[in-house]
């Protein structure tokens, strides 16, 4: 979420209606840098996984789909990881 050509682009996509992007990570650093390279965000989604109050289920539901690959610490982990 803070890499400027994701942030370049999602300026763009969203403002061209082509799409209803969503970053990944700390919405106050995004909106900061955002603000730095003079970006809009407007009509994008930001979720920070830190606070996503839905994170036990997302969790439950990758290690369900990885079918024992991924132990519920291993889901957490790559769940919190933003690229």
Same mark, same amino acid.
């Given at each position: 979420?803070?890499?400027?050509?994701?942030?370049?682009a999602? $300026?763009?996509?969203?403002?061209e209606?082509?799409?209803?992007?969503i970053? @990944?990570? $700390?919405q106050?650093?995004?909106? $900061? !840098?955002?603000?730095?390279?003079n970006?809009?965000l407007d009509?994008? #989604? @930001?979720? #920070?996984?830190?606070?996503?109050?839905?994170?036990?289920?997302?969790? =439950? =539901?990758?290690?369900?789909?990885?079918?024992?690959?991924a132990?519920?610490? #291993?889901?957490? !982990? @790559?769940?919190? #990881?933003? $690229?």
């Open positions: 979420g803070l890499d400027e050509r994701i942030l370049a999602v $300026n763009r996509l969203s403002g209606g082509i799409l209803q992007p970053l @990944i990570g $700390n106050q650093e995004i909106t $900061n !840098k955002a603000s730095e390279l970006l809009t009509g994008v #989604d @930001i979720y #920070d996984p830190q606070n996503y109050p839905e994170m036990d289920e997302l969790v =439950a =539901a990758f290690v369900e789909r990885r079918k024992g690959k132990t519920e610490e #291993d889901a957490r !982990k @790559i769940l919190l #990881d933003e $690229n």
